[in-house]
Structure formats: structure tokens, C-alpha cells
């Protein structure tokens, strides 16, 4: 994508919040409390989603949330200009989409809504991994490749779930991690759950290996894991 498309996706996104505020807070304020008790189902439901009623209350309050958020005029607005804006760039762009449709299928990892995957069990050929996903877990295990002797990229941005790398021992590797709400495990170290992360890690050789995997993940309710195998 241009930096003027992106420029006018995030023109595009600015006014959508400003518009989402003053209606939520000067028109729809009854709109406050059911997204608040949504919100909190959402928090205890990633906090304690080891349990099977808590994963019940957090989904509930996703449901809730959705329901709530379409019944919001500034919502249904932005999802139309939305719909518009990828027909538009889909049908000026056929040949390059097709291109790129055709890349995306020999990557392990898919572009998903709702859902968990993983890579093969048996071995497979390296390909950079880059990938959206709105809900669900994925795990990428590097020990069942071969890294190419060069710097290899995880690009994951995932909205509600939960990623765990695999790395070989004698790989190294670097973690930027960004959420606004989420925790991470890397290696030995790891944070607590809290409020907008930005977490930057590597390990000692990384920056002089010339085989090396660079890690770069964002999301809203995340946790990242890397661990060795």
C-alpha cells in the first residue's frame, strides 16, 4: 500500500474515533454502561480464560460488544466506507491481489478471522510469515525448517489471541510486541498481564548473526510466547 493510501486510512480512522466519542458520550450515553459490563466480561474472560466459564463470560461480553457497537450509526458508517474503499482498491489492484493470493497460499500461517493454527508437524520450506488474525491462537514452531542464512520476519497482528514461536537454540532472534492489553513469555524473562505494552527484546548475538529471526507482533488483547525447542 502507498504512504498516501495510508495516510488517508488513518485521516479516515482519526475522524471515525472523534465521531465514535461524541456520540457514545453526547447521544448514546445509555450505549456507557452495557459497553462497560462488556468490557469488563472481555477483561476477567482473558485474565482467568484457563477456565471454561470464565472463556463463556469473556465471549459474552465479545457478542455483547458487537451487537452494541452496530448499533452505533458511527460504526455502520465507517464499515460502509470501509466496504467501499476495499472494493475499490480490490478492483484497481485484481492483478496484484491474485499475485499475492498465490504467495499467501504456500505460507504455513493464514490470514484467519476466527480460529487456531499451526505450522506443519512434518518438515517444512521456509517463507517469511506475516499474517492478520481477529481471534484465535497460533503457533509457529521453527525446529521442523531450515532458516536460510539471512533475516527471516514473523509479522503477526492478531486482535484477541495468543502466539507462541518455537525457536531452535542455536537461532537468534529479536520480539517487538505492542497491545493494549496483554503480557508476554520470552525465553526466561516475562511481563505480567497490564495496560499498552510495548516490549522490545533480543537475544545477545543478534545483532551480529546472519541467520536470524526478527519478531514484530501487534494486537489489542495478545500474549506472546517464545520459547526454545
Given at each position: 500500500?502507498?504512504?498516501k493510501e495510508k495516510g488517508i486510512?488513518?485521516?479516515?480512522?482519526?475522524?471515525?474515533?472523534?465521531?465514535?466519542?461524541?456520540?457514545?458520550?453526547?447521544?448514546?450515553?445509555?450505549?456507557?454502561?452495557?459497553?462497560?459490563?462488556?468490557?469488563?466480561?472481555?477483561?476477567?474472560?482473558?485474565?482467568?480464560?484457563?477456565?471454561?466459564?470464565?472463556?463463556?463470560?469473556?465471549?459474552?461480553?465479545?457478542?455483547?460488544?458487537?451487537?452494541?457497537?452496530?448499533?452505533?450509526?458511527?460504526?455502520?458508517?465507517?464499515?460502509?466506507?470501509?466496504?467501499?474503499?476495499?472494493?475499490?482498491?480490490?478492483?484497481?489492484?485484481?492483478?496484484?491481489?491474485?499475485?499475492?493470493?498465490?504467495?499467501?497460499?504456500?505460507?504455513?500461517?493464514?490470514?484467519?478471522?476466527?480460529?487456531?493454527?499451526?505450522?506443519?508437524?512434518?518438515?517444512?520450506?521456509?517463507?517469511?510469515?506475516?499474517?492478520?488474525?481477529?481471534?484465535?491462537?497460533?503457533?509457529?514452531?521453527?525446529?521442523?525448517?531450515?532458516?536460510?542464512?539471512?533475516?527471516?520476519?514473523?509479522?503477526?497482528?492478531?486482535?484477541?489471541?495468543?502466539?507462541?514461536?518455537?525457536?531452535?537454540?542455536?537461532?537468534?532472534?529479536?520480539?517487538?510486541?505492542?497491545?493494549?492489553?496483554?503480557?508476554?513469555?520470552?525465553?526466561?524473562?516475562?511481563?505480567?498481564?497490564?495496560?499498552?505494552?510495548?516490549?522490545?527484546?533480543?537475544?545477545?548475538?543478534?545483532?551480529?548473526?546472519?541467520?536470524?529471526?526478527?519478531?514484530?507482533?501487534?494486537?489489542?488483547?495478545?500474549?506472546?510466547?517464545?520459547?526454545?525447542?
Amino acid at each position: 500500500m502507498k504512504w498516501k493510501e495510508k495516510g488517508i486510512l488513518q485521516r479516515l480512522m482519526i475522524v471515525a474515533v472523534i465521531l465514535f466519542s461524541i456520540e457514545l458520550l453526547f447521544i448514546r450515553t445509555g450505549f456507557l454502561v452495557p459497553i462497560g459490563f462488556a468490557s469488563l466480561c472481555m477483561y476477567f474472560g482473558w485474565k482467568k480464560r484457563k477456565k471454561i466459564i470464565w472463556k463463556l463470560v469473556g465471549w459474552l461480553g465479545v457478542i455483547i460488544l458487537i451487537a452494541l457497537a452496530f448499533e452505533l450509526i458511527t460504526i455502520r458508517l465507517l464499515f460502509f466506507v470501509l466496504l467501499i474503499w476495499g472494493v475499490v482498491q480490490l478492483s484497481n489492484r485484481k492483478t496484484s491481489a491474485y499475485n499475492v493470493l498465490k504467495q499467501d497460499t504456500a505460507s504455513p500461517i493464514q490470514n484467519l478471522v476466527i480460529g487456531h493454527q499451526t505450522t506443519p508437524t512434518s518438515p517444512y520450506v521456509w517463507k517469511d510469515i506475516s499474517f492478520n488474525q481477529l481471534i484465535g491462537d497460533s503457533q509457529i514452531d521453527l525446529t521442523g525448517t531450515v532458516l536460510p542464512e539471512r533475516e527471516c520476519f514473523i509479522v503477526a497482528q492478531q486482535a484477541i489471541g495468543e502466539l507462541t514461536v518455537v525457536m531452535p537454540y542455536n537461532v537468534e532472534f529479536s520480539v517487538k510486541h505492542t497491545s493494549l492489553f496483554g503480557e508476554t513469555k520470552i525465553v526466561e524473562s516475562s511481563t505480567n498481564s497490564n495496560w499498552k505494552q510495548n516490549i522490545y527484546y533480543e537475544t545477545v548475538g543478534f545483532q551480529s548473526s546472519t541467520s536470524r529471526v526478527r519478531i514484530i507482533t501487534t494486537g489489542f488483547f495478545s500474549r506472546v510466547k517464545v520459547i526454545r525447542g
